[in-house]
């Protein structure tokens, strides 16, 4: 199983897939490696070699008590790219994996790197505030963290959903069974 051990003793699980220019797939806050597989197969089988990781507390990867915030997701991402030795590795960062790129970009440079891309990004702020009048009010954040601390499974459970089909290939629109009609 390959895995990249960083400065804290964790272990991070990550998946490569073909042989090429690396793309380096970060996902969401929750997510691991398997959301990037339909994508990873195809960049691989058109000449990209794509590398996905667990990050901390997901998939395959050890889930210690802390280490969830930008920097250390950024010491995670530039291990994981010493790790593979990365020369003019694509990042392409979706929600909270945009803001672990931009914060490694910030922090370690783009030696590693020859591009960035962001899709549905927590970048480079998400919260409502006078220089962000279009951003998410806090409430917003405040019902989220206090759906995950009530019923973490659940919350989890609704919040993946929408990534995975159903077993013919279709969106999963079905709620799950344990979901309250509000």
Known sequence: MPVVTVRDGTELY???WGRGPLVVLLGAAVMNSRMWESLAYHLAGNGFRCVAYDRRGTGRSDWPWSGYDYDTLADDLAHLLEHLDARDAALVGYGVGG???VRYLARDG????SSLVLASSTTPIIMK???NPDGTDV???EQTIAAAEQDRARWVAELVAPFFGGSDGSPNTARPPWSVRR
Do not use: M
Request: no cysteine.
């Open 14 to 16: 990550y998946r490569d």
């Open 99 to 101: 803001g672990e790129a």
């Open 110 to 113: 783009d030696a590693r790197v």
């Open 129 to 131: 505030s006078a220089d």
């Open 139 to 141: 409430a917003v954040f």
